[in-house]
């Protein structure tokens, strides 16, 4: 399944582009303030372009009109979780750190519960980002490596060659304009085959409608109570947390608050990040919908062994017009990197604010800060291309490392919901996350126990370890304050 030379000229030339228009900005990130923060000078609509990139993964593109294509729009409910989630990140999350100043998302936990706490969330979140940077650069390889038949190798390395370049020269700004170009970018490649689709279908969009309806492809789920199973519910709740998670917790969004000139500009861009991503989505959704469509009432067209995933990128192959189907692939290249650039200048950020200036060299100078955020992020981009390189073939360790980054990121929301819903100190916070980390563990691992164990396993689906984490360690940590002060209190009394 291999491209026409054109689609590879216009591939390589969009790569070149985007290598060569963030390295631009090395001219404007020569201090540390800059490569981190953009001077605090960007528009909100830029910033919010940049939040529907981030958004918006190679995974994301493809998976979610393979998840439609197979099975319906339950996915999709995910989603509708978002206009609330941005109205709390406008609400308090936008004002908490603006007022506060700070670039590290992680820098209030110390003045909270101690050093320990900002500790901890930095190492789970650049954890958490490693694996993110290797996941993402493997999974665009394996794609790749099947529209353009290079070795996956080779793909994983210049694809992780390249964001690292014009992410280490252009800082944050760099990262947000590519993002913002790269966004256009997925949302031309969206609707180039939502119109090919159109035109090309028996029928047209009637059709479409009529065999979606049939089949119930746009079903949002199901609406019972069940917890063991990705209902309509199941999923609103873990559309709530992980976006209160990437609004509130997340390095990658809390940076793009503080690049935005003005606190409305900040704003803009969570609404119109969160907005903008629930037409996109459907867009998503919908391309699935119609392939379904589209190869029901041509079933000839479809080979019996592509099935799933593999429907949309074979519909780009061989049913996109030459030019076009380089245009559409070029959009999974954005998707791709405009997660990775995020994830390098977050992680670089994290390395010099809170771990060379908090333990090394608190006093460390504009020259030297330079220094650690260039090799930071060279560092970070070596080590996630090699994550990268180690995951070719084995399938199963990406699900285990997601198992992981579940554990990771429940924590870390948690902690921070503890630190500003309540007035816990440090002993609470400690076992809270104690507590909670064990029942994330628990509810991640036990699933596949057999024998004695089976009837410990977690009755819950996987999409509640976080909601289920998180609230353990916001009850846990304020029960034990509740306890704390009642013994101080009856110590008192008897003194």
């Not at 919010?48 to 995974?59: A, C, R």
């Not at 993402?136 to 038949?149: D, E, K, P, S």
């Not at 028996?202 to 069940?226: C, M, N, R, V, W």
């Not at 809270?432 to 009837?455: E, F, N, Q, R, Y």
């Amino acid at each position: 399944m291999q491209i026409h030379i054109i689609d590879t000229i216009i591939i390589l030339l969009y790569l070149v582009g985007i290598v060569v228009f963030g390295s631009w900005f090395v001219r404007k990130s020569k201090s540390p303030d800059a490569f981190m923060a953009a001077n605090r000078s960007l528009p909100g609509w830029v910033v919010g372009l940049s939040v529907i990139g981030t958004y918006i993964s190679s995974i994301s593109f493809l998976a979610n009109p393979g998840k439609s294509y197979m099975l319906n729009w339950n996915p999709f409910v995910f989603s509708l979780s978002l206009p609330l989630a941005a109205w709390i990140a406008v609400r308090y999350f936008v004002p908490f750190y603006r007022k506060g100043g700070e670039i590290s998302a992680y820098h209030h936990l110390e003045k909270r519960f101690g050093p320990w706490a900002r500790t901890y969330a930095v190492i789970m979140y650049l954890l958490t980002q490693l694996g993110r940077i290797g996941t993402i650069l493997y999974l665009v390889a394996l794609t790749m490596t099947a529209f353009l038949g290079l070795d996956i190798k080779l793909i994983i390395i210049v694809t992780g060659i390249l964001v690292t370049i014009y992410t280490l020269l252009g800082g944050i700004e760099a990262v947000i304009w590519t993002d913002a170009v790269q966004t256009i970018m997925l949302i031309i490649g969206a609707l180039i085959t939502v119109a090919v689709i159109l035109f090309e279908i028996p029928g047209g969009t009637g059709q479409i409608f009529k065999i979606a309806g049939e089949y119930q492809k746009f079903s949002l789920g199901s609406f019972s109570s069940s917890i063991s199973k990705p209902t309509f519910w199941v999923v609103l709740v873990y559309g709530i947390a992980i976006n209160l998670q990437n609004f509130g917790i997340d390095q990658g969004y809390i940076q793009r608050y503080i690049t935005a000139r003005s606190d409305k500009d900040a704003e803009i861009s969570v609404w119109m990040g969160a907005l903008s991503y629930l037409p996109i989505s459907a867009l998503f959704f919908f391309i699935g919908t119609a392939l379904f469509a589209f190869y029901k009432t041509q079933p000839a067209l479809l080979p019996h062994h592509v099935t799933g995933d593999s429907v949309y990128p074979y519909f780009i192959v061989h049913k996109l017009p030459v030019g076009v189907t380089g245009i559409v692939i070029s959009a999974i290249f954005a998707a791709a990197m405009s997660t990775v650039d995020s994830s390098l200048n977050s992680s670089a950020t994290l390395v010099l604010q809170d771990i060379y200036k908090r333990y090394i060299r608190p006093s460390a100078s504009d020259k030297e800060s330079m220094r650690v955020l260039y090799l930071s992020t060279l560092f970070w981009g070596l080590i996630g291309t090699g994550i990268a390189l180690m995951m070719i073939g084995a399938h199963s360790a990406l699900d285990t490392w997601w198992e992981l980054a579940s554990i990771f990121s429940g924590g870390m929301l948690g902690l921070f919901l503890l630190g500003i819903m309540s007035r816990a100190k440090n002993p609470a916070a400690i076992s809270g996350v104690i507590c909670g980390i064990l029942v994330i563990l628990w509810m991640s691992v036990s699933p596949d126990w057999t024998g004695s164990m089976a009837k410990f396993k977690s009755p819950f689906h996987s999409f509640l370890i976080i909601v289920i984490g998180t609230l353990v360690i916001l009850l846990v940590g304020i029960l034990v304050n509740w306890i704390r002060d009642k013994w101080t209190i009856n110590k008192s009394i008897e003194q």
